[in-house]
């Protein structure tokens, strides 16, 4: 999974961003889609987050996620972002989150929006196949 994230980040625009990886496990999943979900999902934190945001993928009991140290998702829009077009920037199509939830759904993943342990947007990707090395 490290080395899927890491030719996603250097497909990205990233400025001053800076990119934590702590995860070891292993995705059984089809490699174009899981990088475009690792794409979409870093595109978002840098579009929101700043120039500047640490981006942190990892691992958790139930899967793996994707956080920043940005500004956050307000709580009452996480039902709104994964809507095909919905889109809180200027200059963004609003198709990116929904074609994430489309890729996880295809995987038969599941996909939540939480709070970032430093105060950004924390994305959670779900699944009892991801195997820990």
Known sequence: MTRIVEECWSNVETGDATLVTDVDC???ADESRLKQVCENLVRNAI??????VTV???EFEE???????GV?????EYDDIFTAGYST???G????LSIVEQIVEAHDWEIRV??????GARFEIISSEFVTA
Not at 47 to 52: S, T
Not at 72 to 76: A, F, L, R, S, T
Not at 93 to 96: D, I, L, M, N, S
Request: charged fraction near 35%.
């Open 47 to 52: 579009e929101h987050g700043g120039d500047d």
């Open 63 to 69: 899967g793996v996620y994707i956080e920043d140290d």
């Open 72 to 76: 956050g998702i307000p709580e009452d």
């Open 26 to 28: 292993t995705i059984d």
């Open 89 to 91: 920037s200027d200059e």
């Open 93 to 96: 199509t609003g198709f990116g």
């Open 114 to 119: 939480t709070d970032g342990s430093k105060g």
């Open 56 to 58: 942190t993928v990892g």
